[in-house]
């Protein structure tokens, strides 16, 4: 009985935390706000909701598919938001405005300097390598 009220409460939870990164996905208005509250509460809801599972069927062959798909959660999640962010900065799919501080962008202006360099020499025949 105790159990069932534990799991049923990390469940609502859970479901809570999809639901406001569902929320968050449709209200934000930049891909940056959009993609931090797709990521971070519908990864912890993902827990919740594997740990009430677990309490409910404690055997090991749960347990282990249950550990095994949050932990690849937890090593994709990052990665996939990083990829995203980087796109959409270098596609200015944001606001700039909303930035505390862009430490990109003098990255993304020495990278875009060099490949204008580039291009000038291959327009211009004097391009031997890229170095």
């Known amino acids: 009985m105790v159990l ?7 469940i609502l939870l859970g479901a809570l935390l999809s639901l ?13 706000s959009r993609m931090h509250a797709s990521a ?9 909701i594997a740990i009430a599972i677990a309490i409910q069927f404690p055997t090991w062959a749960t347990v282990t598919t249950l550990a095994i798909i949050v ?7 990052p990665v ?4 995203v962010g980087r796109a959409g900065y270098r596609t200015k799919h944001l606001r700039r405005s909303m930035l505390y501080r862009d430490e990109l962008a003098e990255a993304v202006d020495r990278a875009e300097a ?7 020499r291959r327009e211009f025949g004097t391009d031997e390598h890229d170095g």
């Open 40 to 48: 971070k509460p519908q990864v912890l809801g993902l827990v919740l």
């Open 80 to 83: 996939a938001t990083h990829m």
């Open 20 to 32: 406001a990164a569902a929320v968050g996905l449709l209200r934000f208005g930049d891909l940056l």
């Open 4 to 10: 069932d009220l534990i799991s049923a409460i990390l």
């Open 114 to 120: 060099r490949e204008t360099a580039r291009e000038r």
């Open 71 to 77: 932990s690849f959660q937890l090593v994709t999640i």
